[in-house]
């Protein structure tokens, strides 16, 4: 279904709403899609320069495909999230995606595949959760499938006052404004086969007025083997002998735990240590940090092997060279993470 045709299609109120219910967290401020480049920037009145809130007006617009295309954000205001989508961005990417959603259809796991430009995108609803706990979720899946390459959203744990929205996809069923289509083009919903979930605009809404939903119990299974978002670490009693309190702030911190239970806050390992590196692009575990050992390794050649050393990667600086005022800040949130 790669054209226009369905621009007209019958649009109820009460269908509208329902599916603005099942992809909109946020009324108060939408984003819209600027078909010169593909990227999308807040709605504003720029004579007033104030956000603009969303309506049902807009929505029914988007899937008309009346001039407009708007995205959605995933997490609401109170960064909590009803959905996650994994993004492939081409053929082989989006095949092992499909993969994954085989394989979760098996488990009772329901999932709904969206052609796009290049790839696709694989929707996941569930009960409302943390954007927090959606994102170890996905993560979760997207460690056990090897998606590597493949990008989740939403791409932020919460909200915050740098990021007050978070990142969004399009809003499905709307015309895809990009230059390089030749038109705009609308992408639906399809089934393993790719074939269209349904042969209308306004069926395929019906159908997501009511998405299947993850089981509760799987999130709940997934959600106590995945690795903790928020690192919380207890008591730290790692070396007793060589810890006091009047330690300089490094030599305290690493004395207050060993790399391995640090670490295994962040990153999901096996029972000898092994994981996916977190700082390059792993397929093969190359990440490996031994419980009976005190350092971390990656045998791709990630450098570095302290706790510090790890934090300051996974803080994402490029280089374990800090300035004073960094490694400062750094120091001085390790102390506060461990309870120092
Ligand atoms: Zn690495």
């Known amino acids: 279904m790669r054209h226009e045709g369905d621009s007209r299609p019958e649009l109820d109120l009460e269908l509208l709403r329902a599916y603005a219910e099942t992809f909109i967290s946020r009324w108060d401020t939408y984003p819209v899609q600027n078909p010169k480049d593909g990227t999308y920037f807040r709605a504003k009145d720029f004579t007033t320069d104030t956000i603009q809130p969303l309506s049902l007006a807009i929505v029914e617009r988007h899937l008309r495909g009346q001039g407009i295309t ?10 909590q999230a009803k959905s996650i989508v994994f993004d492939a961005d081409d053929a082989e990417h989006w095949a092992s995606v ?14 709904y595949r969206e052609q796009s430009r290049r790839g696709g995108h694989l ?8 954007g927090a706990d959606a994102r170890r979720f996905g993560n979760f899946l997207r460690n056990r499938y090897e998606l590597d390459g493949v990008e989740l959203y939403p791409k932020q744990d919460r909200l915050t006052e740098m990021n007050s929205v978070g990142s969004l996809v399009r809003l499905p069923l709307g015309l895809h404004r990009h230059p390089e289509l030749p038109t705009p083009q609308r992408f639906v919903f399809v089934d393993r086969e790719n074939v269209p979930l349904a042969p209308s605009v ?13 089981p509760r119990r799987f999130v ?8 903790e978002a928020k690192p919380h670490f207890s008591t730290p009693q790692f070396d007793k002998k060589k810890f006091s ?15 391995h239970d640090f670490v295994s806050q962040f990153v999901e390992l096996t029972p000898t240590g092994r994981g996916y590196c977190p700082f390059h692009e792993d397929h093969r575990m190359s990440f490996s940090t031994p419980p009976n050992a005190n350092y971390w390794h990656c045998f791709a050649g990630c450098t570095g092997q302290t706790v510090i050393d790890f934090f300051i990667r996974w803080k994402g600086y490029q280089s374990l060279d800090l300035d004073r005022e960094q490694w400062g800040e750094v120091l001085k ?8």
Request: aromatic share 6%; charged share 25%.
């Open 70 to 79: 708007i995205g959605a954000y995933l997490l609401d205001t109170d960064s």
């Open 98 to 111: 499909q993969h994954m959603a085989d394989q979760l259809e098996q488990e009772g796991v329901p999932s």
């Open 123 to 130: 929707w996941l609803f569930f009960d409302r959760m943390p």
């Open 202 to 214: 306004r069926e395929q809404m019906a159908i997501l007025t009511n998405p299947q939903k993850v």
């Open 220 to 227: 709940k299974a997934i959600l106590k083997r995945a690795p």
């Open 245 to 259: 309190k009047n330690m300089p702030p490094d030599k305290k911190i690493k004395a207050a735990v060993s790399v």
């Open 333 to 340: 949130e390790l102390l506060g993470m461990l309870h120092l």
